[in-house]
């Protein structure tokens, strides 16, 4: 069964960067679209990023076009997040999910499998 575990969230100042790793464990990562989604206090979970199981595709919602990149390493069963240029608006908990056998997407709902998420806190 597929696990998934999300790293390298923490506290930085507006304008920083981070890097947020998904680990996956148990099976291969060749066959899962992957996304990444966060969620803010008081808020619904939101789509951020998603990849094409080969990586060939990638989506990015408008709010983070420009900042955010996402990429994948599917030897290392690894999905990435460099995010550069951070407002204090990013600030929520960070997810990753997996599809299996689906176009990359934005939607939690197109998901069925989730890591337990990191706190990406940016502020002064």
């Known amino acids: 069964q597929l696990q998934l575990v999300e790293s390298g969230g923490g506290l930085v100042q507006p304008g920083g960067s981070l890097r947020l790793s998904c680990t996956a464990s148990?099976?291969?990562?060749?066959?899962?679209?992957m996304g990444w989604f966060r969620q803010a206090p008081g808020k619904e979970r939101e789509g951020v990023s998603a990849?094409?199981?080969?990586?060939?595709?990638?989506h990015y919602t408008d709010f983070v076009k420009g900042r955010f990149t996402i990429s994948r390493d599917n030897a290392k069963k690894m999905v990435f997040l460099q995010m550069n240029s951070l407002k204090p608006e990013d600030t929520a908990v960070y997810y990753c999910a997996a599809a299996y056998l689906a176009a990359p997407s934005l939607f939690p709902k197109d998901y069925s499998q989730w890591g337990q998420g990191t706190q990406v806190t940016v502020s002064s």
């Open positions: 990849i094409s199981s080969r990586g060939g595709t990638t």
């Open positions: 148990g099976v291969s990562l060749d066959y899962y679209a």
